[in-house]
């Protein structure tokens, strides 16, 4: 991706990333999951949750969160960043932060969260995957 946007804002610097239809949300690295947080009225790490994960109050407004590949924006429907409300009003992020530096490549896991506001056909030949809108 040639980097994530939040309203319509750089939030991220570019990132490799591979589609995956068997994950449900979207794993970045820890430094870009809070640079998008960040834009969402009181989200904060989610108490009592695996590391990574994030929360936000379930009224709060967001912002449109898209990723960019080839200079085209491809929004996440902002019902899809709710993976589930815990205590407190808050619902649970579908965007999470996994640091997998340690392998030496930092990349971003997008699954479903993404992929079903988007039709995708893979061409493994040519390397590239195509995008278009789907009819939620």
Known sequence: ADGITVGGQAATQSISCVMDTGTTGIYLPTSYAEAIYANIQGATAAPGQSQGMYAYPCDAQIPEIAFVFGGTSYAIDSRDLNLGTISG????????????????????????????????????????????????
């Not at 999470?96 to 506001?117: C, I, Q």
């Open 89 to 136: 009003g808050y619902c649970i992020g579908s965007i999470m932060g996994m640091d997998t530096s340690e392998s030496g490549v930092n990349f971003a896991t997008v699954g479903d969260a993404f992929l079903k506001n988007w039709y995708s056909v893979y061409d493994a030949g040519g390397n590239r995957v195509g995008l278009a809108k789907s009819n939620q």
